[in-house]
């Protein structure tokens, strides 16, 4: 599944759901938004599918480092909005 377009604030939010509702979370997609148009930042990719698997206990510490990520660069651009894939268990 993919969340609908999530901003700064929210993308946080729903993190910190997923973390505290075991929900994995694949990725993370970084876009801006220039009036109309969605541009990608293929700079702003988090990939984490390699490191979830329903059956790794990984997914919190993941959650927690992509959420850390995001904080760190992140969230100054009112222009940003962050798509979310994840998977309810």
Request: negative net charge.
């Amino acid at each position: 599944m993919e969340t609908t377009c999530l901003t700064f604030k929210e993308s946080v939010e729903f993190l910190d759901y997923c973390s505290n509702n075991g929900i994995i979370v694949f990725g993370v997609e970084r876009v801006i938004l220039h009036n109309e148009n969605i541009t990608p930042d293929l700079e702003g990719i988090i990939d984490l599918s390699m490191k979830n698997t329903p059956k790794t206990s990984s997914n919190h510490t993941a959650i927690f480092n992509t959420k850390k990520h995001l904080i760190d660069k992140y969230g100054k651009d009112n222009r940003e909005r962050f798509y979310i894939v994840y998977e309810k268990s």
